[in-house]
């Protein structure tokens, strides 16, 4: 941030990856920062980390300070026995080192394994405890008015208030901020929730000596699009955009504000804007891009390799019609084990063949392969595929070219009922915390966008269909 002088740095914003509630996609979000000259941001969506590589990356190449973090839902008020469960508040939690982000990826993934067993509606959630154990390295906000801090204030419950601030304050020492949002309606009056929350939050700042913080919770670019936006949050929850019943929980103020427009709205409260150019400089961790990481199946995987290879394509020419000499098989086959290694992957060919091997041994439906990885030979000497790629002439440089550098992808079909005893093989063989799951993120279509649209609208079916 040197050569800078700014005034006010964006700390909570949402990107597209906050699921069905954010709208800024990532690039957007950079070219934002640069059109206000902001030399910092902050990327911190709603109980997942996917944008933190692809912000990292994007931010830095634009001369922009990442600043990666995450708005994480506590349960901050568990229910009493015969209870209601509640739903659980929002804090937001930036890394201001290595150690940070790696304490912030172990939250992440608590939310979606005890978390989410054992709270309201299985709802993703960590409690204080597993922040206590979790803390070093990161940087707390107390979630403004919707956080626990700004619920109790809000509720008018002053004793928890404090007692979830002192825990807080505990657990994040010399780096707990007390966060402050202005989402002004008309006339430029606060939200009832919002103004309660903000007397009660300041008063108990100053008392206990902890610093205040000014964020916008930013959702879209312009205030132009909330009509838009809303609409999106309807087809998410169900709803309709003209139904009676309150459901709107933001306002066209949840936008990209600039400096001037955030330094205007809290000039009453300096110390809240200084602080968020005190907590960019805090905040000096970017996720790098690296390798893949793959186990080692084997002292020699080069040789190993070759001789599971070249035994595989001897028992498959025993038994298969084949539609070339057996000179043709073994040049193409040596051919292709001359680019694998070449691209630095026997031990990728190893560990996909070892747990499709155990799969057909276990009598666990797989296969037969398809996509550019039924073209390899080498695959289907393996039993990786069971398509000879020689008698329907496919080409091994669609799926593997050294000219395209990139990690081998076999699209890989296992049978639903069994399938979690493959990944249960996978990690006891090679360690669970080895194994990772990755998400498929689905894209509103344009088609589908339209229909849902028009449903949240409230149009007749008839018109949808014709969408």
């Known amino acids: 941030m040197s050569g800078t002088n700014p005034r006010f740095i964006h700390l909570r914003t949402h990107t597209e990856h906050s699921l069905l509630e954010g709208a800024v996609p990532v690039k957007k979000l950079v070219d934002l920062c640069k059109a206000a000259e902001m030399p910092a941001v902050a990327v911190t969506d709603t109980n997942n980390m996917f944008a933190a590589l692809e912000f990292s990356v994007t931010a830095k190449d634009a001369g922009l300070q990442p600043i990666i973090g995450c708005q994480i839902s506590i349960a901050h008020d568990p229910a009493q026995p015969g209870e209601k469960p509640r739903l659980p508040a ?7 080192d290595e150690a940070g982000y790696l304490n912030l990826m172990r939250l992440n ?3 979606y394994i005890d978390g989410a067993m054992s709270g309201s509606a299985n709802l993703p959630q960590v409690t204080l405890d597993e922040l206590a154990r979790q803390s070093d390295g990161l940087i707390c906000l107390t979630g403004g008015p919707t956080g626990p801090v700004g619920r109790f204030h809000a509720a008018g419950q002053q004793a928890k208030a404090r007692a979830i601030l002192e825990r807080l304050a505990a657990i994040y020492p010399n780096r707990l901020y007390v966060e402050l949002q202005r989402h002004a309606g008309p006339g430029g009056a606060l939200p009832e929730a919002e103004a309660l929350a903000e007397r009660g939050a300041v008063d108990l700042a100053y008392e206990m000596n902890l610093p205040l913080v000014a964020t916008n ?3 879209f670019p312009k205030p132009q699009m909330y009509e838009a936006h809303d609409a999106l949050i309807c087809i998410a929850e169900g709803a309709y955009v003209d139904q009676q019943q309150p459901r709107r929980r933001l306002t066209p103020q ?14 009453d409260l300096p110390e809240a804007l200084e602080n968020t150019v005190e907590i960019a400089k805090r905040c000096a961790f970017a996720v790098k891009k690296h390798a893949p990481i793959l186990p080692k199946f084997a002292d020699d995987e080069v040789q190993e390799l070759r001789r599971q290879a070249n035994e595989g394509l001897q028992a498959r020419l025993a038994v298969i019609p084949q539609s070339a000499t ?4 073994q040049s193409r086959l040596d051919f ?5 290694e070449k691209m630095g992957f026997p031990g990728y060919f190893l560990i996909v ?12 439906p797989v296969g037969p392969g398809r996509g550019s990885g039924a073209g390899s030979l080498v695959a289907y000497a393996l039993r990786i595929t069971d398509l000879d790629p020689l008698r329907y002439a496919l080409l091994f440089e669609r799926f593997l070219n050294p000219e395209r550098v990139s990690m081998p992808d076999f699209d890989i079909d296992f049978c639903m009922d069994r399938r979690e005893e493959v990944i249960s093989y996978v990690q006891n063989k090679y360690g669970r915390d080895r194994v990772a799951q990755i998400i498929t993120f689905g894209k509103l279509a344009a088609k589908q966008a339209t229909r849902d649209t028009g449903r949240v609208l409230g149009l007749p079916y008839g018109v949808r269909l014709k969408a």
């Not at 057996?326 to 098989?329: A, G, H, N, S």
């Not at 292709?336 to 694998?340: A, K, R």
Request: one cysteine or more; charged letters at 25%.
């Open 90 to 96: 929002p804090i937001v939690l930036l890394a201001q």
């Open 109 to 111: 993934t608590r939310l």
């Open 217 to 219: 919770d930013v959702y």
């Open 254 to 267: 949840h936008y990209f504000k600039s400096e001037a427009e955030m330094c205007a709205l809290f000039a």
């Open 326 to 329: 057996p000179e043709d098989y």
């Open 336 to 340: 292709e084990l001359g680019i694998i």
């Open 353 to 364: 063949a070892d747990f499709i091997n155990w799969a057909k041994d276990h009598n666990i």
